[in-house]
């Protein structure tokens, strides 16, 4: 049994300046009072944190702030959904101690430190609203932990920071990479997307009650604590762990039906057409708005129909969006030709056919990055042309499905499992085949 550890979250990185409030009093270090609105900006390799009138309260290249009793502190301008078509702004609360640090060039990260059952009541209600069914919120907590434990485990193993990894060595006509959550220099997990969505204390009452009821549970494999992933919708079949990560097999993490009957996975470009184009009785098929308004945050709301959907490029756009994303000019596009496809038809390796370049681009996650102006929802997608030559097609229509890697819990599947009646454990079991529950502190 381990004692519950606190967690460092990255709540801004790299920014110019940061203005916020202590709500309550905070503390330094030798037990100077805080409190009120304040500034932050750098001065040399100095943090300088000044008061509502400008006037200097500490200058250091890292400032701790101590949180009293019931004291939060707000931060303006935090961005969330960095990258994605989400992207926005918004001022954010937070409980537990707040760090300034000073970066080599001239910037600040903000950290906050808190326990890690506080710290995931804030991430339950922030990747999905707090209104969802309280079994669903009770899975999600169980695999956020899960995660975040076996996360802290990997890092103590970890020597060098690795921001992201590359399955092969680049070539002048490959790129395989995949990006896992690296390792974060000054903090354990950033607290956006990257790692686990962490919006601070506008916790409901159920989001916590799940967190309370669930205190220090987390799935195992074989006597460990299980690196379980989540994804918001799968499209009615997850995917295995090497198709978005390591070429490596994890046992609990390998591809299943998301719906009350078995699905044939997808092992041809024939299978992949007529699943894309079909709308199977998967549990993450929703159409009552409704139900959706219930279970996401609004600005997930704003994404529309994310089970299928259908993405359209003219020849011009796509050429404009692959070279801001790769820095290649590939002349004209004339192909996009997947070539491997995981059982869920998420594509891991992708050939660009372009009049002056061709290469193979992988796995899942960059193939999203390179063909959209932020992410496509998912690398499970069909391609078909219209209008032009075989030499110069006038459009690309993508038509996919699915949200996200779309590997272990299928975050819009689970709710409608919940909503069904299935319990916490049963919907952990149907995600996680083979996993136990096991308490790793009280």
Known sequence: MHQQP??????????????GCF????????GIRISGPFHVHTKGADVVLTDARGRTIFRDPMIHC????????SIDGVTIGRNFHWERQASQIFEGNLTLVAEANG???????LSLESYLASVISSEM???????FLKAQAVTSRSWLMAMLEKKKKLSVARPFFMTTPEKGDEIIRWYDRGDHEHFDVCADDHCQRYQGVAVKEHAAEAVTSTKGLCLAWMGRVCDARFHKA???????FDVAWEDIKVPYLHSISDGPKEFNRIENEEAARQWFLSRPDAYCHVTDTDFLKRILPAYDFETGDFFRWRVKYGQRELKE???SKSGIDFGTIQELIPLARGPSGRIYQLKIVGSEKTMVLGKELEIRRWLSPSHLYSSAFIVHTEGGTVEMPERFVLTGGGWGHGIGLC???????AEQGFSAQMILAHYFPGTSLERYYL
């Open 6 to 19: 606190n967690i460092t979250v990255g709540l801004c990185e790299r920014y110019p300046f940061i203005e």
């Open 23 to 30: 709500q309550g009093l905070f503390f330094s270090p030798d």
């Open 234 to 240: 799968c499209g009615g079949l997850t995917d295995h």
């Open 321 to 323: 969006i692959l070279f």
């Open 411 to 417: 975050q819009i599947g689970a709710a409608v499992m």
């Open 66 to 73: 101590l949180a009293g009793e019931g004291a939060t502190f």
């Open 129 to 135: 609203s707090s209104s969802a069914p309280a079994e």
């Open 107 to 113: 910037t600040l990260t903000a950290i906050n430190t």
